[in-house]
């Protein structure tokens, strides 16, 4: 072995350091296998992050929102049903046949007062077409009590506002408003069903009615307060908006959610800055993990080492031979660990881990489900791969140096 690293290239260097991870196997498992969960610990971790600002996201376009919405220009200040508009034929059109948009859904939207008997609680009116909303929203998996929409003149409530209200389907629930440019706005309409919303504020306060009679309540016959616009993600959407702005009247803006709500991304960049911590402090963990397992290799070769450069072995060759064992080692851990992950982050992905208890209390109070979800993205893996290998690659470089401090004498010794 010393007269072929002696005289030998690069290519017997490699095929000895090859060799040499299977003279010891428990040592190479070892070393390996602290790469490995290393591994799907950071995936794991970077699985949890995503998935919670994913599920995040989807709350807000896939639930209510859309990704983006088209308003009118003074609706963002002034979020009145006098700031509605009518939407052209023309941009129906243009909006359905534009790249990375999949469904474009009319809504009127303004507020108004509820009462049942003697109770009375403020409510959102949400007008929307029955079928577009149920397949934007999935609004009628959501009903727990009643039917979703069957008829012209029927509402949908969230299943706390009932609770309040005191009604169930089948009551009346009677709603007053002031409708377009402050005509009087009052109906009596009867409840189809319940619904329970991921977002428990919109449970408290939101009824649905179909998009006519909304328009009737309010007496805003063809208008809208916002068209909001769905694709396959928030990229479609967002490579679909310079075409769009180009196709928008002078008097209609759009707005993607993130301007609609500024404090979930806000909030979702504050996260970032915190998890970013949390993730240091575990690669930390998994690099002095990773380094004690080197460190101990290093301690259970020394008489080995020293024999070969008494023997001859230029130490050069012995540093490029240890770090190409720590290299493959690295390679065998980090692929083993992206095999590994996968069928525990699928698992998780399709399982969310329920929190219960008052943290769960507290995440419903603020309007998120209580779960912790894991997000299925390539993307996370292959970072978390990136990660940990940069990691052992720079720790690999300890015995690279190491090597060139090898007393032949002193390790003889020992």
């Known amino acids: 072995m010393t007269t072929q690293a002696t005289s030998g290239g690069f290519k017997s260097i490699v095929k ?34 995503e998935g919670s600002y994913q599920k995040m996201i989807e709350n807000v376009a896939r639930f209510y929102a ?20 009518v939407p052209s034929d023309s941009l129906i059109i243009r909006l359905n046949h534009t790249d990375g948009i999949d469904m474009v859904v009319p809504r009127l939207e303004s507020f108004a007062l509820a009462s049942s008997g003697n109770q009375t609680e403020g409510v959102m009116v949400l007008g929307v077409k029955p079928e577009q909303e149920d397949q934007m929203t999935k609004l009628s998996d959501k009903i727990v009590e009643g039917n979703y929409f069957n008829g012209p003149s029927q509402l949908l409530a969230g299943k706390e506002l009932a609770e309040n209200l005191g009604i169930s389907p089948g009551d009346t629930l009677v709603m007053i408003s002031q409708g377009l440019h402050g005509v009087s706005a009052f109906g009596k309409y009867p409840v189809a069903g319940l619904f329970s919303h991921p977002n428990p504020e919109l449970n408290r306060q939101l009824v649905y009615l179909p998009l006519d009679e909304a328009m009737y309540f309010f007496q805003a016959f063809d208008h809208v307060t916002s068209l909001a616009l769905v694709g396959n993600s928030q990229k479609a959407v967002n490579k679909a908006i310079p075409e769009i ?18 404090a979930i991304l806000q909030q ?13 402090i575990l690669y930390l ?51 083993a660990g992206f095999i590994g992950s996968l069928p525990v982050i699928a698992w998780f992905a399709s399982h969310p ?50 090597a060139f401090k090898i007393s032949p004498i002193v390790g003889l010794r020992n």
């Open 245 to 262: 702005n180009q196709n928008l009247e002078q008097n209609l803006v759009l707005r993607t959610w993130q301007e609609m709500f500024p």
């Open 16 to 49: 000895i350091a090859w060799r040499n991870l299977w003279r010891n196997k428990k040592r190479t498992l070892i070393t390996a296998s602290s790469i490995f969960f290393g591994v799907i610990l950071s995936a794991l971790m970077g699985s949890m992050q």
């Open 353 to 402: 881990v329920p929190i219960t208890g008052q943290a769960g209390e507290w995440m419903k109070n603020i309007g998120f489900e209580p779960y912790m979800f894991f997000a299925w993205d390539v993307g996370v893996f292959l970072e978390q791969m990136l990660v940990v290998f940069v990691l052992t690659l720079l720790i690999s470089f300890y015995p690279f140096v190491r």
């Open 268 to 280: 979702i960049e504050s996260d970032r800055a915190t998890a970013l911590i949390m993730k240091l």
């Open 285 to 335: 963990v998994i690099g002095f993990g990773i380094l004690g397992t080197v460190v101990m290799l290093m301690a259970e070769r020394q008489h080995e080492l020293s024999v070969m450069v008494a023997v001859g072995m230029y130490r050069s060759k012995l540093a490029l031979m240890l770090l190409l064992e720590i290299l493959w080692m690295g390679v065998m851990g980090v692929i």
């Open 66 to 85: 859309g990704h983006a919405q088209i308003q009118h220009k003074d609706y963002p200040d002034n979020q009145s049903i006098n700031n509605s508009f």
